[in-house]
């Protein structure tokens, strides 16, 4: 069974606001990665952050990590409509470098 | 950095035939991993390489698939006598094997069985 699971599930938004997705895990980790999927095509890395690290900044895109929770979450700000996309979490399952396991994703939708 | 590369991009074919596909990872990465991923869902692990050696495959990888990376460079996975379940997209990634390095996905190869 995946072991990240995104919620909410689907996500719809004004274009200029943020767009908030959580993830929860079951196991320890080494790293959270997130990635963006647009329909069709091969995932996008976004994000990175280990395990030994709380929050982390790129762009416009903010992710949290609480080891203690087994949660994450990612913050977009200022969304745009090319944001509109699935976005999942994963997560190495303790050893990096290894299979990656993912949720089954949030699709974000930001309407212009 | 010209990505990773896969081909083809979409195959259709009659249950019971054998499909193969292939990956190119960006040139310096000496792992390779192999997902699948169904609609609505997020991708699976099915297995992966560092250079040439096969380091872990998954449950879902049944004895009607096989992957190899023969030169440690490109990687073919093979799936014999498909079945109507095996339509899904198939990813292929690639990554450094040192520290913590991001898998870079390739756009999949979409397999329809008839």
């Known amino acids: 069974s995946q072991q990240g699971e995104e919620d909410p599930q689907a996500l719809s938004i004004q274009e200029g606001e943020n767009a908030t997705m959580n993830c929860s895990y079951k196991?320890?980790?080494?790293?959270l990665q997130w990635y963006r999927q647009n329909s069709g095509r091969g995932l996008v890395h976004l994000i990175l952050?280990?395990?030994?690290?709380r929050e982390k900044h790129s762009g416009r895109l903010r992710v949290t990590l609480d080891t203690s929770k087994k949660s994450s979450s990612l913050l977009i700000t200022a969304s745009r409509a090319a944001d509109t996309a699935s976005y999942f979490c994963?997560?190495?399952?303790?050893?990096?470098?290894?299979?990656?396991?993912f949720g089954e994703g949030t699709q974000l939708t930001v309407n212009p | 950095d010209t990505g990773v590369s896969q081909n083809p991009r979409h195959k259709i074919t009659k249950r019971g035939q054998n499909v193969t596909f292939r990956c190119d990872p960006i040139?310096?990465?000496?792992?390779l991993y192999w997902y699948r991923q169904t609609l609505g869902q997020g991708p699976e692990f099915l297995t992966y390489?560092?250079?040439?050696?096969?380091?872990?495959k998954s449950r879902l990888l049944s004895d009607r698939f096989s992957a190899e990376r023969p030169k440690g460079s490109f990687s073919t996975l093979e799936i014999q006598r498909t079945e109507q379940g095996d339509s899904a997209m198939y990813l292929c990634?690639?990554?450094?094997?040192?520290?913590?390095?991001?898998?870079?996905f390739g756009d999949g190869t979409r397999l329809s069985i008839l």
């Open positions: 990634a690639s990554s450094l094997g040192t520290g913590y390095q991001p898998q870079h």
């Open positions: 196991t320890s980790i080494n790293n």
């Open positions: 952050i280990r395990s030994n690290e």
């Open positions: 994963a997560t190495d399952g303790g050893t990096s470098g290894s299979r990656l396991t």
């Open positions: 040139s310096e990465h000496n792992r």
């Open positions: 390489f560092q250079n040439e050696a096969q380091l872990e």
